[in-house]
Nanobody
Framework: QVQLVESGGGLVQPGGSLRLSCAAA????????VEWYRQVPGKERELVAS????????TYADSVKGRFTISRDNAKTMVYLQMNNLKPEDTAMYLC????????WGQGTQVTVSS
């Protein structure tokens, strides 16, 4: 059974940090690139960060460069998104997506940045 389960979201004050996790199961994780998206109701979904299957190549949206770091542990079939210096505009539902021979989406974890 294919699963992508995000966790680690929550309420944080501006300037704070969160680490999101995405746990994968049921497919050959090491062959898949992984992306983090974020979604705000009424706005277009935004690609935040991506990492290739080997964990060597990463990309970031301009809005998060220098603040967010994506990483993965293929042995644990996990992907992480370390988010530092969070801003209110980072508030969104964050979803991870695995792309390879198929595409799998998680259900998302809510991040709210507010004082």
């Amino acid at each position: 059974q294919v699963q992508l389960v995000e966790s680690g979201g929550g309420l944080v004050q501006p300037g704070g940090s969160l680490r999101l996790s995405c746990a994968a199961a049921g497919f050959k994780f090491s062959l898949y690139a992984v992306e983090w998206y974020r979604q705000v109701p009424g706005k277009e979904r935004e690609l935040v960060a991506s990492i290739n299957n080997g964990g060597i190549y990463t990309t970031y949206a301009d809005s998060v460069k220098g603040r967010f770091t994506i990483s993965r542990d293929n042995a644990k079939t996990m992907v992480y998104l370390q988010m530092n210096n969070l801003k209110p505009e980072d508030t969104a539902m964050y979803l991870c997506v695995a792309r390879g021979s198929n595409t799998y989406w998680g259900q998302g974890t809510q991040v709210t940045v507010s004082s």
